[in-house]
């Protein structure tokens, strides 16, 4: 099981999107994909249409171990190859949790293995501070996406992310690679990316290797209307599109794909 996240430690960089639309894309194409919501505001299970019951075990009695990990997972609808672990706010316990465990940064990694006989990847979406339960997620990771806003605040989360999971590299908890830098809401005025993202594009690619940047997110309804309505991208990509919104997904597909391939030959 090839365990990818999407890591941005700023808010509104569109990670749980992304956790989203790959998680439907790899479903579609074929992979039995586990998304763990690992964000306590719970979007990415808000976004996957779950109904979180009253005493429904979520990732919190998963990481804690109080419940066996096959009793955290929820089919998602229309989906029969994709599954997930949902959140809510009561994650925000885990917190303490982790701290105080000797082995924190890698509690999350341990709580998944017993789903690799399951599933052939596994997608998490953490929350976007710098606190335990990131910490965690990276230590489970070993490819991480990167999402970010063409705008100084993007930029900062870019910089603070490939430093959070070089600490990790540093120190060998352990190897995370970056699957790829995805540019999100990218604003264009006719055939032209605006100049503010344009600008921003620039000095990010000045930091991290061009190769690394996946085709832009481009902003647009659709890709709200996607979100709301519970449609993959490309529902909502028609033939005749010059930039199709699923293009950066199936780069990602394309990626994932190589990444598998060399998983199952270890």
Not at 69 to 81: A, N, S, T
Not at 95 to 104: N, V
């Amino acid at each position: 099981m090839l365990i990818i996240s999407a890591m941005s430690l700023s808010g509104g960089q569109g990670k749980s999107s992304t956790i989203l639309f790959t998680a439907k894309m790899l479903a579609e194409a074929g992979y039995t994909v586990l998304a763990v919501d690992a964000d306590p505001q719970g979007n990415l299970s808000t976004f996957l249409q779950h109904d979180l019951q009253p005493n429904e075990p979520t990732l919190l009695e998963v990481v804690k171990g109080s419940v066996a990990l096959e009793d955290g997972i929820y089919p998602v609808k229309d989906y029969d190859r994709l599954f997930l672990i949902p959140a809510d706010d009561a994650l925000e316990g885990l917190q303490d949790y982790l701290s105080t465990s000797g082995i924190g940064a890698l509690m999350m990694k341990q709580r998944l293995e017993p789903a690799k006989g399951n599933f052939d990847i596994c997608l998490i979406d953490p929350p976007p501070q710098r606190f335990q339960l990131s910490r965690s997620v990276i230590g489970a990771s070993e490819q991480i996406i990167i999402p970010v806003e063409l705008n100084v605040k993007g930029f900062g989360s870019l910089i603070r992310t490939t430093a959070a999971i070089q600490e990790f590299i540093e120190f060998k908890i352990c190897h995370p690679e970056i699957l790829g830098v995805l540019p999100f809401r990218d604003r264009w005025t006719g055939l032209n990316r605006t100049i503010e993202c344009e600008t921003w594009l620039n000095h990010m690619q000045g930091e991290i290797a061009p190769e690394l940047f996946l085709p832009s997110l481009r902003e647009s309804t659709k890709v709200v209307r996607a979100i709301s309505s519970g449609l993959p991208l490309s529902a909502l990509t028609s033939p005749e599109d010059k930039y199709p919104l699923d293009e950066p997904f199936k780069e990602l597909l394309k990626r994932v794909t190589s990444k598998m391939e060399k998983h199952s030959n270890v």
